[in-house]
């Protein structure tokens, strides 16, 4: 079936004509009902006799809707109807190609049921299952990276609907160390990253990100919401691995060289938007960052895979942490040789 907005506007607006038994619909009278139609989606009203036209042909083929369509003369015009009157393209069943598509819709939604954020899936799955009859097989074929029990996941959907009706929230939050915190948080956006939520909003006067599984009450506030005119957050991120912005650092061009075995994986699955191959032969790549904890915790994913080459600062700063860790195991090995 086609795709094309506008015509899909158009074949619905024919087919409404078409079902008209009270009304006499000429070729003038069905280009103006499909320009108006058009004019109420995008502005646009002009609407060619040819294109109608082909839309008619179109609906009549097998490839379209097969609309049972007769011509009646009427002195030296024609004007168009159905010939049944209880027909509407609206009504067709869907093709094995929709439903198709549909099926694997419906296999994608269902990964997500089970969030506690995502109840209302649970009835909208159910009934498209029910309408089209395709609760059948349906047995797991598609699975993403996800924590159905992680916590603070509850609050996503009370987060996302802050933001968009511009309500003020009054968060509690816990940290690692036991600290707890009370914040007034305008919400602006929420970005999922390693398996985490994380809620940025205006806190004061700054800009910060908290992580939902760290909140331990979050109820709407009356303060009135300032609403975010200065940051896009499509690009927000742009410049970091992750979500944390370092409270003191610059954007710099950090130079790594990869073991030859992981070189490809690391060309084939880039670590960054800007990240650039360097030489080939020497197995190294380059991303432009400000540097944070992320990006030197997804550096010590790769083991001994990698080494960072430049800034000398990001160098000095994976050195100084894997001596600890030498420290830390070497001195465990002693204790145990000793034992």
């Known amino acids: 079936m086609p795709r094309n907005k506008n015509a899909v506007i158009r074949y619905r607006a024919l087919d409404k004509c078409f079902s008209d038994f009270r009304h006499r619909y ?24 040819r294109q109608v036209y082909e839309d008619i042909k179109f609906m009549e083929s097998e490839q379209g809707y097969s609309i049972p369509l007769e011509r009646y003369k ?6 168009y109807r159905y ?19 549909l ?15 995502n109840e209302w899936l649970e009835e909208v799955i159910s009934n498209l299952e029910y ?26 959907s009370m987060a996302i609907e802050a933001i968009t009706h511009e309500q003020t929230l009054s968060i509690t939050y816990k940290s690692y160390e036991g600290k707890v915190m009370h914040w007034i948080l305008h919400p602006y956006y929420v970005k999922q990253y390693n398996n985490r939520w994380f809620l940025f909003g205006l806190n004061n006067t700054y800009i910060t990100n908290i992580p939902l599984d760290r909140i331990e009450e979050m109820v709407y506030s009356n303060t009135p919401y300032i609403r975010n005119t ?18 003191t650092g610059k954007k710099e061009m950090v130079i790594l060289r990869f073991a030859q075995e992981r070189f490809p994986y690391v060309t084939s699955k880039p ?8 030489k080939r032969v020497e197995c190294t790549i380059s991303v432009e960052v400000i540097p944070n904890k992320e990006l030197q915790q997804l550096l010590f994913s790769f083991g001994p895979d990698v080494e960072v080459l430049s800034p000398s600062s990001l160098r000095e700063d994976i050195k100084a942490k894997i001596a600890e860790l030498s420290t830390k195991y070497f001195a465990v090995q002693k204790d145990c040789t000793d034992a």
């Open 26 to 49: 000429y070729i003038e009278d069905l280009i103006e009902a499909c320009g108006n139609a058009i004019y109420e989606y995008n502005g646009e009203q002009k609407i060619s006799r």
């Open 74 to 79: 009427d002195g030296k015009k024609t004007y």
């Open 83 to 101: 010939t049944d009157a209880d027909f509407s393209i609206s009504k067709q069943p869907l093709t094995d190609d929709e439903i198709r598509q």
């Open 131 to 156: 309408r089209f009859n395709l609760n059948g097989n349906t047995n797991n074929a598609i699975g993403f990276e996800q924590n159905p029990y992680l916590k603070g996941a509850e609050y996503l």
């Open 103 to 117: 099926r694997t819709t419906i296999l994608t939604l269902q990964r997500y049921r089970n969030l506690p954020c």
């Open 230 to 247: 200065n940051i896009d957050f499509e690009e927000y991120f742009d410049d970091i691995v992750g979500v944390t912005f370092p409270k």
């Open 271 to 278: 670590l960054h938007h800007s990240q650039k191959i360097g």
